[in-house]
């Protein structure tokens, strides 16, 4: 009898643990693990932010996805999935075709762009690696130029950051940080450069808690950033943005607008035939599709609600992580025989930064943290998930040890 093939797809968070813990958990006699990703490397997705804004080199940020995959055990395919055909069993891909027995789908997200005009010709996003670069030397570039025009341009000085949700947030503290740099590196006065954040609800970080809220506002305000909320984004041209507050049309001239508002799952998911609700798979409490039982999603394709507030659970990296451990368990009981296990989520408290030397979070029993004591454990949150990626040695390569500074 044929070892069954099993096909994970996509690198990030939750495919990531679930080959690693796979290679540990079945031999190569017993299944056919094969991984798909676009690129030959995973990259901490939560880490992007400080990619995009220069405080952190991408290079960081990048594992090397030879250095954690066991390559006698696993078989490693860089490919773009194209599409997937569950009635038959098969995988699309740009180069070939994959037939499995059990697949796990963690193809991440997509930026939601709502259908405002212009936004996806115009806007950046933080969503990989090379968007992230891009933004970080377009900015650059912009700050170079200035003293370099005859006419200075104030667009080329005026950030706007859509959304003031995690992402937003985080990578405003970011750019708090390093726009003092950049303008000491190409000679322009601090005070002409303006970072504004457009948020549609009433507060920046909808669902934190006030005063924690009131913490990052203080923190970010006090640097520089500007806040409109209760605005809606209503056009992006190559040159400003217009946003509506109050009945009111208002126009910002600007060169760079980084969209951090709004993420859809992998569209390849929906366009596959899966039944989703709101672009993501409604997953049972195994983790499998509700319509195919050989086939698991994991990570921000997967949708799972909170019973106490009827909402999902936001696609986080902790709750992939722990899905991973579920999903590899699953998988294996379903090559191997075995009882099947329930996904229930953890949340072991959340932390935002707020650049390299602040951060707010919520951790054990809801206890609230600031500062230099939440910047450590947004340290210790990511260097946990090195060592449980790649053990020691991965830890002290990619490791954030810098606690006093």
Not at 277 to 294: I, L, S, Y
Not at 349 to 358: I, K, Q, R
């Amino acid at each position: 009898m044929k070892n069954p093939n099993i096909v994970i797809l996509g690198a990030g968070y939750g495919g990531m643990m679930t080959t690693v813990k796979l290679q540990k958990s079945l031999g190569v006699n017993e299944a056919n693990i094969t991984l798909v990703n676009m690129n030959d490397y995973h990259y901490q997705t939560t880490w992007l932010h400080e990619n995009a804004a220069g405080t952190l080199h991408h290079d960081r940020t990048r594992i090397p996805i030879k250095d954690v995959i066991n390559m006698s055990k696993v078989n490693f395919i860089q490919d773009k999935v194209v599409s997937i055909k569950p009635e038959i069993k098969k995988v699309k891909l740009e180069n070939r075709d994959l037939e499995y027995d059990v697949l796990v789908i963690g193809l991440g997200f997509e930026a939601a762009t709502f259908g405002i005009p212009g936004l996806e010709e115009h806007a950046f996003t933080i969503g990989s690696i090379n968007s992230a670069r891009l933004i970080r030397e377009h900015i650059e570039y912009n700050f170079a130029l200035y003293n370099n025009e005859k006419e200075k341009k104030q667009a080329r000085l005026n950030i706007v950051v859509g959304g003031g949700g995690f992402t937003g947030i985080e990578f405003l503290g970011e750019l708090a940080n390093r726009i003092p740099e950049l303008c000491e590196e190409f000679d322009i006065d601090k005070n002409l450069v303006r970072i504004i954040n457009v948020e549609g609800s009433p507060t920046v970080l909808p669902g934190f808690d006030p005063e924690l809220v009131e913490y990052a506002l203080n923190s970010l305000e006090s640097r520089g950033v500007e806040f409109v909320t209760n605005a809606m984004l209503k056009e992006c041209t190559p040159e400003s943005i217009t946003y509506e507050k109050d009945g009111e049309l208002t126009q910002v001239p600007t060169l760079t607008t980084v969209w951090a508002a709004g993420v859809r799952a992998n569209s390849i998911v929906e366009k596959s035939g899966f039944e989703t609700n709101r672009g993501k798979v409604e997953v049972r409490k195994d983790m499998r599709t509700p319509d195919f039982d050989n086939v698991f999603v994991i990570g921000d394709c997967a949708l799972i609600m909170n019973p106490e507030n009827g909402r999902p659970y936001p696609p986080t990296a902790q709750i992939a992580i722990q899905q991973s451990d579920v999903v590899a368990h699953n998988v294996k009981a379903l090559v191997s025989g075995g009882e099947a296990e329930e996904f229930e989520p953890k949340i072991l408290g959340t932390v935002a930064s707020l650049g390299h030397d602040d951060a707010i979070g919520v951790v054990l029993n809801n206890q609230k943290i600031f500062g230099w004591k939440a910047t450590v454990m947004k340290k210790i949150i990511d260097n946990r998930y090195l060592l449980k990626l790649g053990g020691v040695g991965l830890l002290l390569k990619k490791g954030k040890f810098n606690i006093f500074y």
